[in-house]
């Protein structure tokens, strides 16, 4: 923190999040087949007039016995360029009960448009 932002608009917008092979649809249930290499993926394209630095993303299972929460840091994106970021859990998520899978990149400084910055999934685990 701390930084000045550059003049100019800031932001990002998540285009799509992907387990797997299965990219996640909203609005439905989306059913996972999750295995111990399975990967999280969430891209994001840099939607501002600059390159930011330092994002971070954060990716939250909620449904199971206890909330399952990981993040990742892109260390930079380019305007107009597309980031992934990557996660593996730690722990297994719950398999064959209904969870929400809700991903965020954290806001850059300056940014004032947010509403794209955060994703919300209805999901099914079940075991490889």
């Known amino acids: ?12 917008g998540i285009d799509s999040v992907s387990v797997g092979d299965v990219t996640l649809q ?7 087949t999750y295995g111990p290499d399975t990967e999280f993926n969430v891209t994001f394209t840099n939607q501002g007039e600059n390159d930011e ?3 971070d993303v954060v990716l939250r299972i909620e449904g199971g ?17 597309q980031a992934t970021a990557s996660f593996a859990l730690e722990t297994p998520p719950p398999f064959d009960t209904p969870v929400t899978i809700s991903v ?3 806001p850059v400084p300056g940014e004032e ?5 955060s ?3 209805d999901a099914l685990f079940s075991q490889q």
């Open 1 to 12: 923190g701390g930084r000045e932002p550059a003049p100019g608009l800031h932001g990002t």
């Open 104 to 106: 965020e990149v954290k």
């Open 53 to 55: 630095v330092d994002i």
């Open 65 to 81: 016995p206890e909330p399952i929460r990981v993040t990742d840091n892109v260390a930079s994106v380019a305007v107009g360029e």
């Open 113 to 117: 448009k947010r509403d794209n910055n």
């Open 26 to 32: 909203p609005d439905t249930a989306n059913r996972i």
């Open 119 to 121: 994703a919300e999934y």
